[in-house]
């Protein structure tokens, strides 16, 4: 179940991302539902052509609002009279997890939805209210991101930070296998502001676009349905010899194809920056400024201050980042480096929505665990790193099914084996765990899900173990990235030198 809200005020920006989430989560099996007030009847058919259903809360016209939280007034009521709402919509039907993605709900809200949902996601940008939630997820980078919500969640709450976490949808992955970063001349600018663009900003990078002049270059204008100047616009645009794409589903194809882009903040600039697109960047909503400001810091993009001129300073600094490849050629690397498009299946898994199944491996699985584990690229970085005979792993797996201290799992993806996670515990509660995907198996499949998988069932059915730990070598960048990605943190590192003979 998701609860969010879109309209002209607060823009689509948190709905399309709750989307792409939900497509997600769908993907792997779950079933979702939107709770949402007031959604514009295309959004509504668009949740549906997806597969998923809309419970609609009614409007209440009138009422009065909390005034307690900096965006209280776009709920249109209170949020004891939401819950409310919200609890007849849903009936005595109880989910396993809510998503709220809402600035206006706070833990108020959250915990009263408590009763129907055995855990909760908060998305959250702002860091300015507390929450009653078991994840939460703030996908901008910030310079204090690690302590911006200590005292805002439950000390047991997991937090899922920065643009690892973005929720990007599939095409932005799939475009970027082809992109280097951006070290060409500019050819084509693509221009988009959102999907609703209330104070009409891409009017004023148009007529920063026309004061610069062409110089050779194609524009693209990306335009919500609901644009306040959507007419005047589009007849520029055909004056100007634009594309003027409306409501467009080719989002990832322009950026991809672009080389440089004039848009705002929020969910777009990690849908940019997955794709390598070096962006002239305004903050187009006061939660944005903060947004921009840290990653112009880390080099993702060209971050414009607010300006009372803004035609005037869009078209110098336009010009500076045309006549400047070098400094275009370094944010596209960056960008490209921070995000890699993949954070909805990490938030999906990290919510238990993996897609794989787990169960113990038995006395059939023997020959496909030996043919596994003395596959070159296991026994590369196995601990072990030799070929193990088929006697002795014969005997080394009768007695690990036979000790209640040893677990081997095999997690299996539509019905086909995709990897193995094998836990050795110890007299403390402790258990090592080693983790490796079955070779030339399932290419869908990450190391994440499988780990995340094999933990929820060791939750679920060993409460012995109270601790894992894992040991890595150290040039197996990928198992060390696996680890610190699923929430593991080093305790202590060991260092190996090889003394020549003289």
Known sequence: MLRVDASPRMGTGHFMRCLTLADALARRGAKCVFLSCGLPNHLGQLLQSRGHELFRLPMRDGDSTDAVLAHSDWLGTTQQADAEDSLAALGAQTWDWLVVDHYALDHCWEAKLRQVAHKILVIDDLADREHDCDLLLDQNLYHDMLSRYDAKVPQACRRLLGPRFALLRDEFREARASLRPRDQEVKRVLVFFGGVDERNFTGQALAALVAVGRKGFEVDVVLGALHPQREAIEALCLAEKFQCHVQTTRMAELMANADLAIGA?????????????????????????????????????????????????????????????????????????AVDGLGAQRVAACMGCTGISVRLANAQDSQALHRWRNHPSIRMVSRDTREIA???????????????????????????????VRFDLDA??????????????????????????????????????????AYVKGFNKRSNGLFVAAGYEVDNTRFSKKLHEL
């Open 390 to 420: 088929w006697e002795d792993h014969s005997r080394w797996f009768e007695a690990v099914l036979e000790d209640q201290g040893r677990l081997v799992l095999i997690g299996e993806y539509e019905g086909e084996p995709v990897g193995v």
């Open 265 to 337: 903040g929020g969910g777009a600039t990690w849908e940019r920056c997955c794709l390598g697109l070096v962006t002239l960047a305004l903050s187009t909503a006061d939660n944005q400024r903060k947004q921009l400001e840290d990653a112009a810091a880390q080099g993702l993009v060209y971050a414009l201050p607010p300006a009372s001129h803004l035609s005037e300073q869009l078209a110098f600094h336009l010009q500076a980042l045309l006549e400047n490849c070098g400094l275009r050629k370094m944010i596209s690397s960056v960008s490209l480096k």
């Open 428 to 469: 403390k509660g402790h258990a090592e765990v080693s983790i490796y995907l079955v070779p030339e198996g399932n290419s869908r499949c990450r190391g994440g899900d499988l780990l995340q998988s094999a933990e929820d069932w060791v939750v679920r059915h060993r409460g012995d173990i109270q601790l894992l730990h």
